[in-house]
Nanobody, 125 residues
Framework: VQLQASGGGLVQTGGSLRLSCATS????????IGWFRQAPGKEREGVSC????????WYADSTEGRFTISRDNTKNMAYLQMTSLKPEDTAVYYC???????????????????WGRGTQVTVSS
């Protein structure tokens, strides 16, 4: 099982980035995909989540309206389109896969969550 986030970088306030999550080793449509982030000195927080079929989507209050999550199960990929970026969005972003429903209900991982390597997003002011 592998998940690899990519697409991070340095962007100015108000800019956009599209993160990608490449997955392998499991059947993606059976898993919810979540995006999480962790800023230096802060706890990891949920950003967004999309259910296996893409029918249920959750966003953190801080990202709703600015971020859009999507997935393409045929390509084993998930995405996070981020717009109107703010300095407080600066963090390492991780994608995660979970077979249950909790992650997309409340934006928290479970003991069954698989994690991928993160990608750094830096938003300059």
């Amino acid at each position: 099982v592998q998940l690899q986030a990519s697409g991070g970088g340095l962007v100015q306030t108000g800019g956009s980035l599209r993160l990608s999550c490449a997955t392998s080793g499991f059947t993606l449509d059976g898993y919810a995909i979540g995006w999480f982030r962790q800023a230096p000195g802060k706890e990891r927080e949920g950003v967004s989540c999309i259910s296996g079929a893409g029918t249920d989507i959750w966003y953190a209050d801080s990202t709703e309206g600015r971020f859009t999550i999507s997935r393409d199960n045929t390509k084993n990929m998930a995405y996070l389109q981020m717009t109107s970026l703010k300095p407080e969005d600066t963090a390492v972003y991780y994608c995660a896969a979970d077979p249950g429903f909790t992650m997309c209900l409340v934006g928290t991982p479970s003991v069954d969550t698989w994690w991928g390597r993160g990608t750094q997003v830096t938003v300059s002011s």
